[in-house]
């Protein structure tokens, strides 16, 4: 057996676990399979860089102290010469992204709403826990062979929660998913996941992520606007993600609000896939038919009834962003993934406007108060593709035994005041036939259900990517 690429395990570990082949590789990770031959089971290990520290230790050890359904299960931890080693349950049922690009058009709604409740139920635990994710991704949701989704690298979220460990290559979000208060430079914390799972849950349901295009102008366009939402979506999900996805994280709901939503709606949605069709975008194929998630009782505003919501109010961009949007440029982002890496300098800025890009590459500070670091990623290797099987979720079929059916009758979730009076803005006229795409980079392989109507005007951001631009040249990648 090949183990080309693995560090070797740290004494203790290495006398139980035998080092297997390298499954895949993150921003200054390696994960890699082993053999637990205490428990005859094979698990995966994943091991990155961390300051040489005994806090390391510590903070590490705290990874297997959580204990959720919805997170990947941590088996083993230990800090060793610099290296962090973490042995967890071994998925093999590949990633969201796999399953994204093999339904090809987006999951069926039941699917998409599964995956989603369960990452909400995972960030509910992760933020009661007081640990912001701030990776939520479609690459960081793993499926075992049962089917069943786990949100990972919960653990790299909590050792970069440690100041001193934060200068050390860790990755601290996702570009593509980044929530706009991330994208400014300003604090993360858990609104900046329920911002990144609504993103997840349109790029489920459609099959193409929320803000298509480089992450530049990816990233500009969630300072601009909302996204868009899938066509043919219930009121009260298309309120939820719009509440989820509010400029202002004071206004997002909070994941246990988003989770309980998210699984009555998987409760109404799941009956309903044995008789309904979803309209193009929301399933791999069918007639179009309108996609309903039954009454859902929420309160306030944004998540009401009454009538679909369609999104693009213009946002303010502040200096801050503009220096992050540059330090996205000037450090080019391989992957489209925002990291804290060791090597590269990258920019300097002033105290006022910090957006924790600084000289080295590193970022100094508690990261709830800092923005993710801008670099140059040590190693971004893509990691190779998994086989997935395709759900067929146009195929009649009974209820899903995973699915979580609440007990209580249907109540209604408070969300804060502000989200209650939050006005959508309709930017897209009804019904939409054949609309006429506007956007244009990163063309996805077919035409989206719904796209914006607004023009986007360049403004201070879009000068400084304009002024960048040049530089960056095919360097950018899609992000994960
Ligand atoms: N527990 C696991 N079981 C099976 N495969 C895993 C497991 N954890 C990670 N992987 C796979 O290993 C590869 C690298 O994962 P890793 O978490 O290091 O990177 P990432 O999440 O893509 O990026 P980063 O860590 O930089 O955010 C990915 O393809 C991922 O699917």
């Given at each position: 057996?090949?183990?080309?690429?693995?560090?070797?395990?740290?004494?203790?570990?290495?006398?139980?676990?035998?080092?297997?082949?390298?499954?895949?590789?993150?921003?200054?990770?390696?994960?890699?399979?082993?053999?637990?031959?205490?428990?005859?089971?094979?698990?995966?290990?994943?091991?990155?860089?961390?300051e040489?520290?005994?806090?390391?230790?510590?903070?590490?050890?705290?990874?297997?102290?959580?204990?959720?359904?919805?997170?990947?299960?941590?088996?083993?931890?230990?800090?060793?010469?610099?290296?962090?080693?973490?042995?967890?349950?071994?998925?093999?049922?590949?990633?969201?992204?796999?399953?994204?690009?093999?339904?090809?058009g987006?999951?069926g709604?039941?699917?998409?709403?599964?995956?989603?409740?369960?990452?909400?139920?995972?960030?509910?635990?992760?933020?009661?826990?007081?640990?912001?994710?701030?990776?939520?991704?479609?690459?960081?949701?793993?499926?075992?062979?049962?089917g069943?989704?786990?949100?990972?690298?919960?653990?790299?979220?909590?050792?970069?929660?440690?100041?001193?460990?934060?200068?050390t290559?860790?990755?601290?979000?996702?570009?593509?998913?980044?929530?706009?208060?991330?994208?400014?430079?300003?604090?993360?914390?858990?609104?900046?996941?329920?911002?990144?799972?609504?993103?997840?849950?349109?790029?489920?349901?459609?099959?193409?992520?929320?803000?298509?295009?480089?992450?530049?102008?990816?990233?500009?366009?969630?300072?601009?606007?909302?996204?868009?939402?899938?066509?043919?979506?219930?009121?009260?999900?298309?309120?939820?993600?719009?509440?989820?996805?509010a400029?202002d994280?004071?206004?997002?709901?909070?994941?246990?609000?988003?989770?309980?939503?998210?699984?009555?709606?998987?409760?109404?949605?799941?009956?309903?896939?044995?008789?309904?069709?979803?309209?193009?975008?929301?399933?791999?194929?069918?007639?179009?038919?309108?996609?309903?998630?039954?009454?859902?009782?929420?309160?306030?505003?944004?998540?009401?009834?009454?009538?679909?919501?369609?999104?693009?109010?213009?946002?303010?961009?502040?200096?801050?962003?503009?220096?992050?949007?540059?330090?996205?440029?000037?450090?080019?982002?391989?992957?489209?993934?925002?990291?804290?890496?060791?090597?590269?300098?990258?920019?300097?800025?002033?105290?006022?406007?910090?957006p924790?890009?600084?000289?080295?590459?590193?970022?100094?500070?508690?990261?709830?108060?800092?923005?993710?670091?801008?670099?140059?990623?040590?190693?971004?290797?893509?990691?190779?593709?998994t086989?997935?099987?395709?759900?067929?979720?146009?195929t009649?079929?009974?209820?899903?035994?995973?699915?979580?059916?609440?007990?209580?009758?249907?109540?209604?979730?408070?969300?804060?005041?502000?989200?209650?009076?939050?006005?959508?803005?309709?930017?897209?006229?009804?019904?939409?036939?054949?609309?006429?795409?506007?956007?244009?980079?990163?063309?996805?392989?077919?035409?989206?259900?719904?796209?914006?109507?607004?023009?986007q005007?360049?403004?201070?951001?879009?000068?400084?990517?304009?002024?960048?631009?040049?530089?960056?040249?095919?360097?950018?990648?899609?992000?994960?």
């Amino acid at each position: 057996m090949t183990t080309v690429g693995v560090p070797p395990l740290p004494v203790r570990l290495a006398e139980r676990y035998g080092a297997g082949p390298v499954i895949g590789r993150g921003v200054g990770s390696v994960v890699f399979r082993a053999h637990d031959s205490l428990l005859g089971r094979d698990a995966a290990v994943k091991s990155f860089r961390v300051e040489s520290d005994p806090r390391a230790g510590r903070e590490l050890s705290l990874l297997a102290r959580f204990d959720h359904p919805g997170l990947v299960p941590v088996y083993d931890v230990e800090e060793h010469d610099g290296r962090a080693f973490v042995v967890m349950a071994l998925l093999d049922g590949g990633s969201l992204t796999d399953r994204i690009a093999a339904a090809g058009g987006g999951l069926g709604l039941p699917d998409a709403l599964r995956t989603a409740a369960t990452v909400g139920g995972a960030l509910e635990h992760l933020h009661r826990a007081g640990v912001t994710h701030r990776g939520v991704g479609p690459a960081n949701v793993l499926y075992d062979l049962d089917g069943r989704a786990h949100l990972s690298d919960f653990g790299v979220a909590l050792v970069a929660d440690a100041p001193r460990i934060t200068d050390t290559g860790l990755t601290v979000g996702a570009a593509p998913y980044l929530a706009p208060e991330q994208v400014r430079g300003e604090p993360a914390g858990p609104a900046a996941d329920v911002y990144a799972l609504a993103l997840v849950l349109i790029e489920s349901l459609t099959g193409r992520r929320a803000f298509p295009g480089d992450p530049l102008s990816a990233a500009q366009a969630r300072l601009d606007r909302g996204p868009v939402l899938p066509e043919g979506l219930d009121d009260d999900l298309a309120g939820l993600l719009t509440a989820m996805t509010a400029a202002d994280p004071a206004d997002r709901p909070d994941a246990a609000a988003v989770s309980a939503v998210l699984r009555r709606a998987l409760v109404a949605a799941e009956p309903a896939a044995t008789t309904v069709v979803a309209a193009p975008g929301l399933t791999t194929g069918g007639p179009a038919t309108r996609v309903g998630v039954g009454p859902l009782a929420v309160v306030g505003g944004a998540l009401a009834r009454g009538g679909p919501v369609r999104r693009g109010a213009p946002r303010a961009t502040g200096t801050r962003g503009v220096l992050v949007l540059a330090g996205l440029a000037a450090s080019a982002v391989l992957a489209g993934t925002v990291a804290i890496a060791t090597s590269g300098p990258v920019a300097e800025v002033s105290a006022d406007d910090r957006p924790a890009v600084v000289a080295g590459g590193a970022t100094v500070g508690a990261p709830d108060t800092q923005a993710p670091a801008i670099v140059v990623p040590p190693s971004s290797e893509p990691a190779p593709p998994t086989d997935e099987p395709e759900d067929d979720t146009t195929t009649a079929r009974p209820p899903d035994p995973r699915t979580v059916i609440p007990e209580e009758p249907v109540r209604p979730v408070a969300l804060p005041e502000t989200t209650r009076t939050t006005t959508p803005t309709r930017t897209t006229p009804e019904p939409v036939e054949e609309p006429e795409p506007t956007e244009r980079a990163e063309q996805p392989a077919e035409r989206p259900a719904v796209e914006p109507t607004r023009t986007q005007r360049p403004g201070a951001v879009g000068q400084v990517l304009n002024g960048v631009g040049g530089l960056l040249g095919g360097v950018l990648g899609g992000g994960r």
